[in-house]
């Protein structure tokens, strides 16, 4: 079980390193991808591991991904909005489109 959490846990800290220092928005929402999956592969081992009988951890999992769908849908409908108004995808260009 020790392999899985330590995967998971070096792809939780890449998606937060990622997150904390990009300003490209297209790189902020891969590095929550990162974090989601890192998120599902505890889910899935865990479950693996400790319930070994019922599917709980896969249907969190997979709840999991729709949401991740969902979020990668608005993030992008949010760039080409960015990217048609500024001409750019930086996060500098966000706090503008509340007025």
């Given amino acids: 079980m020790l392999p899985y959490i330590a ?10 390193f990622g997150v904390l ?4 928005t297209i790189g902020i929402l891969m590095s929550l991808e990162l974090m989601f999956n890192a998120v599902n592969i505890n889910l899935v ?14 249907m969190f999992a ?6 991740a769908a969902a979020e990668a849908v608005v993030g992008l409908a949010i760039v080409l909005l960015l990217y048609r ?8 260009n966000i ?3 509340k007025w």
């Fill in 7 to 16: 995967v998971a846990a070096v792809l939780f800290s890449l998606g937060i």
């Fill in 21 to 24: 220092t990009r300003r490209n």
């Fill in 45 to 58: 081992a865990f479950n693996k591991f400790v319930w070994t009988d019922a599917l709980i951890g896969q």
């Fill in 62 to 67: 997979m709840f999991i991904i729709v949401v």
């Fill in 85 to 92: 108004n500024w001409q750019g995808i930086n996060t500098d």
């Fill in 95 to 97: 706090n503008i489109m």
